[in-house]
């Protein structure tokens, strides 16, 4: 029996940890679409206190030092549920890492690297309010968000229970051709890059308040050609007291807007080519109709969203469904760089190894 399979805590640690990462965008979404980032001025607090302040005192304390930013509870409570959500993934990640310290054989330099991962996250949070949402900042938190969530799915790939042929250094990927192989991998990893990028370009998008600019399918109203201003996209932006509800003009905005529909219509055709070479052997089928099927249903939540005018929930669901199409790609990646193959695969390729023997 393979180690792994012994090490079950480690495992279910880790799962239930990958889950609450989950939540934790889901709710990080929401916060952000109800313009509830700045619900509270401070941070890690709220108003000067551990909670949303409540009693008239302590209202009348928070008024007193924070006077141009009047309490808004639903806002704040918002923000402070995603905060203490959040600082429990962190504590269950520092269990992971001191777990993976703790014994032989865990992945010790991933669980490390997540638990900076988690460290560089908080970080970005506390700049998210002290900058007042400075969209790359805003940007930067979220793709922290993502790739904490990744390297969880990372690790849970690494450590489930593998068939007992890979043990043995079984090579799966014998009954392939290296050409056909090389091609594989080459794509899986362009469509990884692509997505991701896709990802940071939704992001800069719903930073800079560009989201709703658009009314119309399937680009963008009236001369958005003429309209296009590449300054959208400096990173660093002029100096503002507050970035809230954005500050570029809309012009730009319908810049960046654009540029993400057509980093959509690019993402659809490198999952599809990708989704296509992994249908062509049967035991890799899976993660083909799970790529098109995540795909599909990403497409539906992005027109709904320009048809219906970002809906909270569509908007959030288009964020969460958008994670997990990153992760069937790191999935994908995983498998054909790692050879880390389920016992249907392992059985397939041995087969077809002996075939052509």
């Not at 954005?246 to 807007?257: K, T």
Request: hydrophobic fraction near 50%.
């Amino acid at each position: 029996m393979h180690k792994t399979q012994k090490d079950k805590p480690f495992y279910f640690l880790v799962t239930a940890t990958f889950f609450l990462s989950l939540i934790v965008v889901g709710v990080g979404a929401y916060t952000r679409l109800t313009d509830a980032g700045l619900g509270c001025p401070d941070w890690p607090g709220c108003y000067g206190f551990m909670s949303v302040p409540q009693t008239e005192s302590q209202l009348q304390t928070a008024q007193a030092i924070y006077p141009d930013s009047p309490i808004e509870p639903v806002k704040a409570w918002n923000e402070m549920v995603h905060r203490y959500i959040a600082g429990s993934l962190g504590l269950l990640v520092l269990m992971i890492a001191v777990m993976a310290w703790a014994r032989s054989g865990r992945p010790k330099l991933l669980s490390s690297l997540l638990l900076g991962m988690v460290f560089f996250q908080a970080l970005l949070g506390m700049w998210t309010v002290t900058m007042q949402l400075m969209p790359i900042v805003v940007m930067a938190h979220l793709l922290g968000g993502f790739t904490i969530v990744s390297l969880l799915w990372l690790l849970r790939l690494w450590i489930q229970p593998k068939p007992l042929f890979y043990q043995d250094g079984f090579k799966t990927h014998l009954s392939l051709s290296s050409r056909y192989l090389t091609v594989l991998k080459s794509v899986a990893i362009a469509a990884l890059i692509v997505v991701i990028s896709q990802i940071a370009l939704g992001g800069w998008t719903a930073a800079n308040y560009a989201s709703v600019v658009c009314t119309q399918l399937p680009i963008c109203e009236g001369d958005w050609q003429g309209m296009f201003d590449p300054r959208a996209f400096g990173l660093i932006q002029p100096q503002h007291s507050s970035y809230e509800y954005g500050v570029l003009d809309y012009a730009q905005r319908v810049s960046i807007h654009v540029t993400h529909r057509i980093g959509a219509i690019i993402t659809t055709v490198f999952i599809l080519v990708l989704a296509g070479l992994l249908w062509l052997k049967p035991p890799l089928r899976r993660y083909s109709i799970a790529m098109i099927g995540v795909l599909s249903v990403q497409i539906i939540l992005g027109i709904t969203n320009v048809l219906a005018s970002l809906p909270l929930l569509i908007a959030v669901a288009h964020n969460v469904v958008g994670l997990i199409l990153l992760l069937t790609v790191v999935t994908t990646c995983y498998r054909l760089i790692c050879d880390c193959r389920s016992p249907l695969e392992v059985k397939y390729f041995a087969s077809e190894s002996a075939t052509h023997g």
